[in-house]
């Protein structure tokens, strides 16, 4: 194997037959065998002349040529670099490609590619060409040892795009772009980077040369790292322009990460062939997941030569470079740009804060974009808004304590009234009892006297009768028993009259006065309203029509995430109502919540077996969506699917029809068919004014169902979008208030985690 002495000033191929590969990325060695070695006296010496060009030293040598710095007195003086065919090389195979070489670099006239100035032929008939002298160093190298920044390191990146750009509309491709071939020099104080080496160029239509160059079969030609998946079939025919796209996508990444995609060590040790499927199939990790992969010291060496750190680094790529670069290396090569000059100017657009056609654009990343291109307008009128908010929130703020004071007060005079209620509810009570008590005795008189009537009867009839001692005794007993039996009988009915009316009026006080209290609760979410309700809600034993007033102090909690005490309330009113289905959906979903996923199995088990469906649309929709929240094997998916269908009504109202639409594809999913389930998400997400929490979750759907379609970018993309919508969860005010639909920002935060966690560690465009 030939392989190619690094050259510091100047790099060019030199290309023969058979199959081209890289062992890194300075040299070229070739698969095939090298022609074979003749001794013959060298032709070239330093200080001898060729032409008119005198040489001064060697600087690069490689398998069929060598590259000289000579120096030309006429008619101009100055220094070139001249090209040679090294002796016993000059085969016709290797001749086409040197006069290819020769004729690409002379049909350019970019000044970020070496000049052709001459060519000719030596004493022997070996062809030679002269070209501008380039001293510099490798694109990544002269970044590296300057710092350069992301932007600076960017703005050299164009003007390479440039100079390809021209080379393709002389119609020529390179099919060998990488560091090496891309020097840096600096002119008039001023960083150029220059394009050299065309050994392996091809033309898109017509001949560079009247001999035939042909590509062998069983070859390809290029350096592995930066070859795009055409380039690895045997025949190279099938190039076009887009496979420099490729590679300009390799050489952008490595000078975003210091590493190419597929390193070429990696890929030269797995084998000829599998070399070549893991560039045709393989996706790489997008720049900011291969940065956030390197180790520790790695990555602060990486950040180092940028000038920036680690965090600053990584959100940088993030996003915009991300797009931009994958698109470039895109298997399918009709997905990537169409020209250089479209990837120039879509880096061009990253470096200008404008929206990059890499990135499917939304109305949000638009907003941002503008924003950062006229910060000074955005601020002042920031300055402006805040000023109003400020004034809305101070008048707001008076407002509301005055509201909160009247409540306060109309909460007062409900407690007021509650006792005198009760000192009336009293008085009455003492004032019913002594009438009882008086009509008891009463009672007990007349019962006494009717006893002693009897027994006079009996004493008479036994005076008359002469009725034996024992009988006159035994009617005595069975009087005095009867008279007994009355007395206790009133006694106990006139007790148990006064108990039972004494407790119905102590019970329609309570409940009006707890009602009372948690309606305010409710319209005023105060602190001290709800310790008052708490006090008298925990007094006693709870008897059943306070349920109701069970299920507001839970929603109560809920709402402000105190998920132990409102799961406590729920499961109270369940003792209650065992079959209330809010209660079970709520203790479903906080369980979702706090991550306890064998109660919320078996909530969801109870739910569907026991709960039914409800009449109201909003509801059935609410419990058919939290049995579908986790994706337990403890739940009969098939039943909560088939619920979920059942709950999906659609009517005329659009938020609503969304939301059945959104339960539709959640429904879709948890069957497998993806497809379906992201065309109803993206249909939901299209929907006017569509709530946050609908929004996220809808997000979360179909992030999910694009990572089983093998679309993980786009899920990436699509969950960053629900990330958004979940930033405007009234948790994260001051308050915390979820507000009285604390389920479905529930339901998003659940929906959310299970993407992120089938996303992480995945590689980028699964």
């Given at each position: 194997?030939?392989?190619?002495t ?7 191929a ?15 060695v070739?698969a ?6 003749v001794l013959?006296p ?9 032409g ?7 600087t690069g ?9 000579a120096?030309?007195?006429e ?27 020769r ?6 006239d ?15 008939g ?12 490798k ?8 710092e ?7 703005t ?10 021209h ?10 772009i ?12 001023a ?12 033309a898109t ?8 160059v ?15 998946p ?9 190039i ?17 990460t ?11 040790a797995?084998g000829?062939d ?26 602060t060496?990486?950040?180092k030569?940028?000038?920036?750190d680690?965090?600053?680094l990584?959100?940088?790529?993030r996003?915009d ?26 880096v ?11 990135r499917p ?18 601020a ?9 908010v400020i ?7 008076f407002?509301i304590?005055e ?8 909460i007062e ?12 509810l ?5 004032q019913a009892?002594e ?23 009996a004493?008479?009839?036994n005076?008359?009768?002469?009725a ?18 009355a ?12 108990l ?15 009602s ?5 609760a409710?319209?005023l979410?105060?602190n ?11 007094s006693?034993?709870i ?13 109560w909690?809920?709402?402000?995430s105190d ?15 065992p079959?209330g ?7 479903a979903?906080?369980?979702?919540q ?11 088990r ?8 409800p ?5 059935r929709r ?23 269908r059942?709950a999906?009504v659609?009517?005329?109202n ?9 339960l ?9 068919r993806?497809?379906?389930?992201g ?11 569509l709530?946050p ?15 089983q ?5 786009l ?7 629900g ?22 920002w ?10 992120k ?10």
């Open positions: 194997m030939n392989k190619t690094p050259v510091p000033e100047i790099k060019a030199d290309m023969g037959p058979g199959q081209t590969v890289a062992l890194d990325t300075e040299a070229t070739t095939s065998p090298p022609a074979p070695s013959v060298a032709e070239e010496t330093i200080g001898s002349t060729i008119r060009y005198k040489l001064l030293e060697l040598e490689g398998g069929f040529g060598s590259v000289y710095v120096e030309q007195k008619p101009v003086r100055r220094r070139v670099a001249l090209k040679v065919i090294k002796l016993g090389m000059d085969t016709k195979q290797v001749v086409a490609r040197f006069e290819a070489e004729q690409a670099l002379a049909m350019m970019h000044p970020n590619i070496a000049k052709v100035f001459d060519a000719g032929a030596t004493a022997a070996r062809p030679y060409f002269v070209m501008e002298l380039v001293r510099g160093q694109i990544t190298e002269y970044c590296d040892e300057h350069l920044s992301t932007r600076q390191r960017l050299l990146f164009i003007q390479v795009c440039r100079a390809i750009e080379a393709h509309q002389k119609g020529i491709i390179h099919r060998d990488k560091p090496s071939n891309i020097l840096v020099t600096l002119q008039d104080g960083a150029v980077p220059k394009v050299i080496d065309f050994g392996i160029a091809k239509s017509g001949n560079l040369t009247d001999n035939t042909l590509t062998q079969n069983e070859q390809f030609i290029g350096t592995p790292a930066y070859m795009s055409e380039q690895t079939e045997f025949s190279g025919g099938d076009d322009t887009r496979t420099d796209i490729y590679s300009l996508g390799v050489l952008l990444y490595e000078l975003l210091s590493e190419t995609p597929f390193e070429t060590k990696n890929l030269l797995r000829f599998e070399m070549r499927r893991i560039i045709r199939e393989i996706e790489p990790p997008s720049p900011s997941l291969r940065l956030r992969a390197q180790r520790k010291e790695d990555q060496s990486t950040a030569r940028h000038g920036t680690v965090p600053k990584i959100h940088l790529m996003g470079l991300d797009w931009v670069v994958m698109k470039c290396l895109e298997k399918d090569r009709s997905r990537r740009y169409e020209s250089a000059d479209s990837l120039a100017a879509d061009q657009r990253f470096l200008t804060y404008e929206p990059v056609v890499a654009p939304s109305a949000l990343y638009r907003f941002q974009k503008l924003v950062r291109r006229n910060r000074l307008a955005f002042a009128a920031g300055v402006v808004w805040l000023a109003l004034a809305l929130a101070v008048s707001f703020s407002g304590r509201k909160q004071a009247r409540r306060l007060a109309e005079m409900a407690v007021a009234k509650r006792d005198r209620l009760n000192a009336d009293a008085r009455v009570q003492a009892a009438k009882k008590a008086e009509d008891a005795q009463a009672q007990a008189e007349a019962a006494l006297k009717k006893a002693r009537d009897e027994t006079e009867k004493r008479l009839a005076q008359l009768a002469e034996s001692k024992s009988e006159a005794q035994s009617a005595r007993q069975a009087a005095t028993a009867a008279q007994s039996q007395q206790a009988s009133d006694a106990e009915k006139s007790e148990a009259l006064a039972e009316t004494n407790s119905r009026r102590q019970a329609e006080s309570w409940r009006t006065a707890l009372n209290i948690f309606l305010f409710e319209a979410p105060s001290a309203v709800f310790t008052v309700g708490n006090a008298l809600l925990a006693g034993e008897p059943r029509w306070q349920a109701p007033l069970l299920r507001q102090r839970g929603a909690r809920a709402r402000r998920w132990a005490g409102a799961a406590a309330d729920f499961t109270a009113m369940l003792a209650l109502q079959n289905p809010r209660s079970l959906a709520a203790l979903c906080i369980a979702a706090t991550g306890d996923k064998a109660a919320y199995a078996a909530t969801c109870t739910l569907l077996t026991r709960a039914g469906a009449d109201e649309v909003e509801t609410l419990l058919a969506k939290i049995c579908l929240l986790e994706p337990s094997s403890d739940v009969d998916m098939a039943k909560a699917v088939a619920f979920a059942q999906a659609s009517t005329s659009d938020l609503h029809a969304a939301a059945g639409a959104l539709l594809g959640l429904a879709e999913y948890r069957e497998g993806f497809s379906e389930a065309a109803r998400a993206t249909a939901v997400l299209a929907t006017a004014d709530d929490a609908l929004q996220a979750q809808a997000s979360a759907v179909l992030a999910l169902a694009r990572y379609m093998n679309q993980a970018n899920a990436r993309a699509t969950l960053a979008t990330d958004l919508a979940l930033q405007s969860d009234p948790a994260n005010a001051e308050g915390g208030d979820l507000g009285p639909h604390w389920e479905e529930v339901a998003a935060r659940a929906l959310l985690q299970e993407a966690s089938l996303l992480q560690g995945s590689p980028a465009g699964k």
